[in-house]
Every structure is written in structure tokens, then in C-alpha cells.
């Protein structure tokens, strides 16, 4: 669950972004799914704008966070914002070295 203060910075970067992904007449088809999926892999924020489907961009919102396992940050007009945290990924022991520290045994 966010927080009031994380909700507000979200809002506040999405305000300056344009829209990522476009809803056009095939609507919420498999291909804009995995659109929209890779483009929350990329970033945590990610701005849709209903091209088409205007009349059901309130049902339609908060399918597309469900579907992506997101969460709907706003909707305003026919633009909606989701946000899904990055994974946190597991460090990696990576060793360096450098070619000139190698020792030849």
C-alpha cells in the first residue's frame, strides 16, 4: 500500500509526462497488456491516454492496474497513471578484476 506522501510524488512526476501507451480502438487487447507490462518493467510510472474507449476509461483504469498488477495513481480526463515498484533485484556477488592485477600460476 502507498503512502499519502508517495501518492503525491507520484502525481507530481506524472504531471510532468507525457503519455507512454495509447488505448486506441482495439481496446485492452492481449498486445496492449504486454505493452503496457513491459513499458512498468522500464519504468515504475507510466501514463496511458484513452484514445478511443473514452466513455469507459473509468471501468477500463482500473482493469489495466489489475491486469498489470500496478496501481491506478490518478485518473484526470482521459489520461490514467499507473505505477508498479521495480523489483528489487538481488545483488549479485560480481567479482572485478582487472587484467592487469591477474597473477599467472
Do not use: C, W
Not at 503519455?19 to 487487447?29: A, I, N, Y
Not at 484514445?51 to 498489470?68: G, N, R, V
Not at 482521459?78 to 592487469?100: H, I, Q, T
Amino acid at each position: 500500500m502507498l503512502t499519502n506522501a508517495k501518492i503525491r510524488e507520484l502525481k507530481a512526476r506524472a504531471q510532468l509526462m507525457k503519455p507512454t501507451l495509447k488505448v486506441g480502438h482495439d481496446g485492452l487487447s492481449e498486445q496492449f497488456i504486454t505493452a503496457l507490462d513491459e513499458a512498468l518493467k522500464h519504468h515504475d510510472l507510466v501514463k496511458v491516454k484513452f484514445s478511443d474507449h473514452k466513455e469507459e476509461k473509468k471501468t477500463l483504469a482500473p482493469q489495466l492496474a489489475e491486469k498489470t498488477g500496478s496501481e491506478l495513481i490518478m485518473r484526470v480526463g482521459n489520461v490514467a497513471v499507473l505505477y508498479r515498484a521495480k523489483p528489487v533485484e538481488e545483488k549479485a556477488v560480481e567479482k572485478v578484476v582487472d587484467s592487469g592485477d591477474e597473477v599467472d600460476s
